[in-house]
Nanobody
Framework: VQLQASGGGLAQAGGSLRLSCAASGSTFRIYGVGWFRQAPGKEREFVSAITLSSNFRYYADSVKGRFTISKDKTKNTVNLEMNNLKPEDTADYYC???????????????????WGQGTLVTVSS
């Protein structure tokens, strides 16, 4: 499975950006896709995830109400719509795919088997 993240860039505080994660290869055993981010000098943290069959969505408290994750099966992509951006959202954003399932699975980085490259989001104040 190969993942390609795109859509990062520069936004002003209060603005919006849309990230996309395109999957290719043998994706039939992928049950969930997540987004993580890593700010300079900080550890990588969970942002959001979606289950591909049941469409359950998960969000970190810091982005709840501002970010929306969705999937487009026809394009094999998972999108992250980011609204009302804040300077603290500045980070490299990574998408990842998991073959796992079950409660609590998608919050943990160790649950993910495939990772895309990062896409940089910079939010200016």
């Amino acid at each position: 499975v190969q993942l390609q993240a795109s859509g990062g860039g520069l936004a002003q505080a209060g603005g919006s950006l849309r990230l996309s994660c395109a999957a290719s290869g043998s994706t039939f055993r992928i049950y969930g896709v997540g987004w993580f981010r890593q700010a300079p000098g900080k550890e990588r943290e969970f942002v959001s995830a979606i289950t591909l069959s049941s469409n359950f969505r998960y969000y970190a408290d810091s982005v709840k109400g501002r970010f929306t994750i969705s999937k487009d099966k026809t394009k094999n992509t998972v999108n992250l719509e980011m609204n009302n951006l804040k300077p603290e959202d500045t980070a490299d954003y990574y998408c990842a795919a998991s073959r796992g399932y079950g409660a609590g699975t998608y919050f943990r980085q160790t649950s993910y088997h495939y990772w895309g490259q990062g896409t940089l989001v910079t939010v200016s104040s």
